[in-house]
């Protein structure tokens, strides 16, 4: 009887001991997917601006912008790809609920990206409001979603 409870005792400990690091890694994967999720939002946000701002002011030349676009709409779509893995997986629903805004969020990115290629092809005052629509759109839910004032 002794030796089953020291057995027992042991057994115990050692799930208790391995599954508090599990819950903690599941914690700071969901953290840094949080993380890495608004900041690549941001960014893409800011740097399709700044990409759009540039080609207006005529600050740099149209292939590296265009360069620089193609690696913005590159890591977007990425990104759209593994946000569909993550809602795939075993994530609680309130994480996949989240995960499911950032990718709206990105499809706006998306869209802006096409209204900034529309306007590259023809610089007229439609393709001009349209940009700005996306941008305020985009804008507006990336807001939103990571409740920045």
Known sequence: MLKTSGISAAVLGFVLLFAAPTRAAD??????????????LLQSYFNICLIADASVKDDADKETLQSTLKTVESLLATTQ??????????????????LKKIKVCTALLDEQVSALHAFW?????????????????????????LDIK
């Open 27 to 40: 914690d700071a994967i969901k953290a840094a997917v949080g993380g890495l999720s608004a900041s690549c």
């Open 81 to 98: 790809k593994h946000l569909d893995d993550l809602v795939k997986s075993d994530f609680d629903d309130e994480d996949k609920a989240y």
């Open 121 to 145: 092809k023809e610089k007229n005052d439609k393709n001009v409001k349209a940009f700005d629509a996306c941008r305020v759109a985009s804008w507006k839910k990336i807001s939103e979603t």
